[in-house]
């Protein structure tokens, strides 16, 4: 069994994995509906303009066609500033990456505690996961996806709940 010490370091690894694994996940989820409902409104916009410019409404609705226009312009200027269909993606590639990485320390973890485990090849892989964690998540930093302090909190709640949930500590 590898020793208190490094069983100790590789337990906070996997919370920390967990952690960044479910807050990427979450963030992606909600930079995904961002994505959709920005996508639906245009296409609520252009829908209304349409059939505004097609007579469906009454002339005394002729206020509809500048509003769509407008509508239109607004929302595709939203799109284009937040780019939440090319974050979405990013976060999806970050979220599944975390989530291997976490099952990676979920095998690390139980290998720790296995009676012929070595603590110097454990901390290698300990070590290497470590890196790949920080090289997948410093992506969103490099593309100015911010930090959502709420939603890492809660992710980190959860992560440590789940944890001592599957392994008694």
Not at 16 to 41: M, N, P
Not at 99 to 108: N, P, T, V, Y
Not at 111 to 122: R, T, Y
Request: net charge negative; aromatic share 8%.
């Amino acid at each position: 069994m590898a020793s208190e010490e490094l069983r100790r370091d590789i337990w906070y690894q996997l919370a920390e994995a967990g952690r960044s694994a479910r807050y990427y996940v979450s963030y992606r989820d909600s930079t995904q509906r961002k994505h959709l409902s920005i996508r639906g409104l245009l296409l609520f916009a252009s829908i209304l303009g349409t059939a505004s410019l097609t007579g469906i409404f009454p002339d005394s609705w002729v206020v509809i066609e500048p509003i769509a226009a407008i509508s239109i312009a607004v929302v595709v200027v939203i799109d284009f500033t937040l780019n939440f269909g090319d974050k979405a993606k990013l976060l999806n590639i970050i979220a599944l990456e975390c989530l291997k990485i976490e099952q990676d320390c979920h095998r690390l973890w139980r290998d720790a505690n296995m009676a012929e485990s070595d603590d110097g090849e454990l901390r290698k892989r300990s070590q290497r996961l470590d890196d790949q964690l920080l090289d997948i998540t410093g992506k969103a930093i490099d593309q100015d996806i911010t930090e959502k302090e709420g939603l890492n909190e809660k992710a980190e709640q959860t992560a440590i709940r789940l944890l001592e949930q599957r392994y008694s500590v």
